[in-house]
């Protein structure tokens, strides 16, 4: 069985809830990614969100918004979703089908290890099995 943990990348980077878009920005270039998930220090550094390079363009940027004004926190919005290390790729896709996610972090022994992104699902589906998912994520 192909788990959560063997097709994440592993090591993703936190960014803590009080720091500025500016700086998320800044971490997401440097680690070349697109998303960070988010802490929040006054809850045992739990995973409260996940920030994108979209969302710091849509909802700060184009709203005239100063990112180095606006914290990562203040974008965070709903319940974040993500999965067991030990959860199988089927249960990955019900996931980021069901909730229409591109990003999914993956815990293991309450810890996030890894972030599974479209890229690491499309190196392990058929070709089938990925027009099924793109088509589900995407569907508007």
């Not at 100063?66 to 089927?90: F, H, N, Q």
Request: glycine share 8%.
């Amino acid at each position: 069985m192909t788990t959560a943990k063997d097709i994440m990348s592993p090591g993703a980077q936190w960014i803590p809830a009080s720091e500025t878009l500016d700086r998320a920005a800044q971490m997401m270039r440097d680690h070349q990614v697109g998303a960070l998930p988010v802490s929040d220090p006054n809850h045992d550094d739990r995973m409260c969100g996940i920030i994108t390079d979209r969302d710091i363009v849509v909802k700060c940027i184009a709203e005239g918004h100063d990112p180095a004004r606006v914290r990562c926190g203040d974008l965070c919005e709903g319940t974040p979703r993500w999965i067991d290390a030990g959860s199988d790729v089927s249960a990955v896709l019900r996931e980021m089908e069901g909730h229409r996610i591109k990003r999914l972090p993956v815990i293991e022994d309450k810890r996030m290890i890894g972030m599974i992104s479209e890229a690491d699902i499309a190196r392990h589906l058929t070709d089938d099995q990925l027009a099924e998912f793109v088509q589900r994520v995407y569907a508007g």
